[in-house]
């Protein structure tokens, strides 16, 4: 017997993943509230983490992001808020 796979549209992948990398809430939250369940939390992480990772280039230079990573968006962006936070 073997396993029946199931699809997802993408639409529902980049929702499930914008939430979980916009709100910071964890994957096995995000496929609850979406009616996604897996087997086990684990085998969730593993598999949307996999799925992130494969869909979400963070090093591609974006033309939206003054042509620098996500990455590099990121960590500049938390360098500045600390700079403000200092001065406050």
Known sequence: MGNTRRE?????KDEAVKL?????????TVARELGVAWPSKN??????G????DRYNRRRRHTSLGQV???????QYSNQ?????KAA
Do not use: H, M, Q, Y
């Open 8 to 12: 997802f549209t993408s639409e529902l």
């Open 20 to 28: 979980v990398i916009n709100t910071g809430r964890p994957v096995s």
């Open 43 to 48: 085998k969730a992480s593993k598999e949307v």
């Open 50 to 53: 996999a799925w992130i990772e």
């Open 69 to 75: 990573s996500p990455v590099d968006f990121e960590l």
């Open 81 to 85: 808020n600390a700079v403000f936070a």
